[in-house]
């Protein structure tokens, strides 16, 4: 089992522009491709999946649309070999669709609404586009009444 850190993924989905990154981009095609064959084990964590698609999405960065951010760790997660702790690779495939179907909301926003979604509990946030998702029971306490 390998860990991935961000700079390591970013580096296999971006495309290379100088000949430094253009080896890094290599080396990292050259893990993935046996971890797609199911030949090697690697991990990450959700805050590297949020770092990911946080720094794809900048302005400063990658400038890429929530589909485009969607569509690439999708398919990076999904690949044969990629696995997560406590089997939460389904957690995090969950996540990525609230992602793609609210692109105002960030990744992590996404990850905290899968984990309630799939918990059945409700959600003490004071986010209000977060607490409206059709899937999250926002909690409210009674000396609160149901006003937002």
Not at 11 to 24: D, G, S, W
Not at 75 to 99: M, N, T
Not at 105 to 123: F, H, M, Q
Request: hydrophobic share 40%.
């Amino acid at each position: 089992m390998i860990f991935l850190d961000t700079n390591f993924i970013l580096r296999y989905l971006n495309k290379p522009t100088t000949p430094a990154t253009e080896e890094m981009n290599r080396i990292a095609f050259e893990l993935l491709t046996l971890v797609e064959a199911g030949e090697q084990d690697v991990t990450t964590t959700e805050v590297v999946l949020h770092e990911i698609c946080y720094v794809m999405r900048s302005d400063k960065h990658e400038k890429k649309s929530t589909q485009e951010i969607v569509d690439l760790v999708r398919s990076l997660i999904s690949l044969e070999g990629f696995r997560f702790e406590r089997d939460e690779k389904q957690l995090f495939l969950r996540a990525l669709e609230i992602y793609e179907a609210n692109p105002k909301l960030e990744y992590s926003d996404s990850v905290v609404a899968a984990r309630v979604e799939a918990l059945g509990i409700p959600l003490a946030t004071f986010d209000k586009r977060l607490g409206k998702l059709p899937t999250v029971t926002r909690w409210v306490p009674e000396s609160a009444g149901t006003s937002d």
